[in-house]
């Protein structure tokens, strides 16, 4: 009965995130936490439950009343999707849409006006990158850029003119008011905007990681060329820094570049003293200070564990939240049984996989509205 509640639930959070609202592990074990408690059979325990651990803004609360209504009730309604969060792949299939309407389908032309239709790049966004034939990976790198567009926000420190702001720019209107005889006739204001904050990723490249290395170091290139603020690694016995690499337009010229760089691309794993050698060298540095960490690993750590959890904890205590990405966690039956994997998985904020397209769009869209979920 258990197994069967938390399947249900699980696949809940998919519908919700296809809705627009952030449902990672976290939230989607206090909800399990939460139904424990309650009565399943009483249907508004089960709604205030899921609602409180699942929902965490107030314009998300619309989007989750559909989506249990079709789910837990089997009420029909259409998918609702959040104003201004759609998701990656909605805009991906609309731009496919559009593009075939401009070619011409001949007689399909008006079916394809109602109908997103078939699409390559929809079978692409499932398949697995580890699957994927080297053409396909050349196609893919487009959809990749696009993808990685989306960054972390943070509010500004300094007051930026703003028309819709709370203080006075006294300076502007100061400066305004010359030329009205000293009279202020339009008041001038500041506020606090939301710029980029910084991002820092970790990639494993050692050789377990290899089926995913070149698809995921192009996520990593799309990244870095998104603006500043981004900080990119490649880690498989030792940490090398790829920042200066990446920052190549041509994606296939940055991947060369990497591969030249990194000596011990497809060797072991030593995910401890990677991180150990992050945080003593950059960390002093406060590259990780307020920053969203992302580490892409499968968690095989070939010495000691502890070491990771050690090091993990440390990273935590710097960054403004950590993101673990694993590509094996897109396989149905993965467990994470790895000792790496489970000795950092209680420093982690969010647990993704990385394995194809969608769970890339997944990564992005969490990164734009990443939430810390423990204590610094």
């Known amino acids: 009965m258990a197994d069967a509640v938390a399947t249900h639930v699980v696949t809940f959070g998919r519908v919700l995130r296809e809705a627009g609202l952030e449902v990672g592990p976290g939230r989607l074990a206090d909800a399990l936490t939460g139904l424990d408690l309650v009565e399943l059979s009483r249907r508004d325990d089960v709604y205030w439950t899921l609602r409180q651990t699942l929902v965490s803004r107030w314009e998300d609360l619309d989007a989750f009343d559909a989506a249990f209504a079709a789910w837990f009730l089997r009420a029909p309604t259409a ?3 959040r104003q201004g ?3 990656a792949s ?3 299939l609309r731009r496919t849409s559009a593009t075939k309407r401009d070619e011409g389908d001949g007689g399909n032309a008006q ?3 109602t109908s997103l239709g ?3 790049d929809e079978l692409l966004r499932r398949r697995d990158f580890a699957d994927m034939t080297p053409d396909e990976l050349e196609n893919v790198s487009r959809l990749i850029f696009e993808i990685a567009s989306g960054r972390p926000q943070r509010k ?6 703003h028309h819709r702001g709370h203080d006075l720019d006294m300076r502007r209107l100061v400066r305004a008011s010359l030329a009205t005889g000293g009279e202020a006739v339009e008041r001038a204001f500041r506020s606090r905007v939301h710029v980029p904050r910084k991002l820092v990723v970790l990639c494993d490249v050692s050789g377990s990681m290899e089926a995913y290395s070149r698809a995921l170091v192009l996520f990593l290139h799309a990244l870095v060329r998104s603006g500043r603020g981004v900080e990119t690694f490649a880690f498989g016995t030792r940490l090398t820094r790829l920042t200066r690499e990446l920052i ?3 994606p296939e010229g940055a991947l060369s570049a990497a591969a030249e760089r990194v000596g011990d691309w497809s060797g072991g794993t030593r995910i401890g003293y990677s991180l150990k050698t992050f945080n003593d060298d950059w960390g002093r540095r406060a590259l990780a200070r307020g920053a969203v960490v992302v580490i892409v690993s499968d968690g095989w750590e070939r010495e000691d564990a502890a070491v990771v959890g050690h090091e993990m904890a440390r990273l935590a205590r710097q960054a403004y939240a950590v993101v673990w990405v694993n590509p094996l966690k897109g396989h149905p039956d993965y467990q994470p049984l790895a000792g790496g994997m489970r000795a950092a998985l209680p420093y982690v904020d969010r647990f993704l996989s990385g394995h194809n397209l969608a769970s890339l769009e997944e990564l992005s869209e969490v990164l734009i509205g990443i939430e ?3 204590a610094a």
């Open 111 to 113: 079916e394809d006006q």
């Open 156 to 161: 500004s420190r300094r007051l930026r003119p």
């Open 90 to 92: 909605l805009r991906l």
């Open 85 to 87: 969060t759609e998701t």
């Open 118 to 120: 078939y699409s390559p």
């Open 79 to 81: 998918p609702v999707f």
């Open 372 to 374: 810390r979920r423990h």
């Open 248 to 250: 190549i337009r041509d």
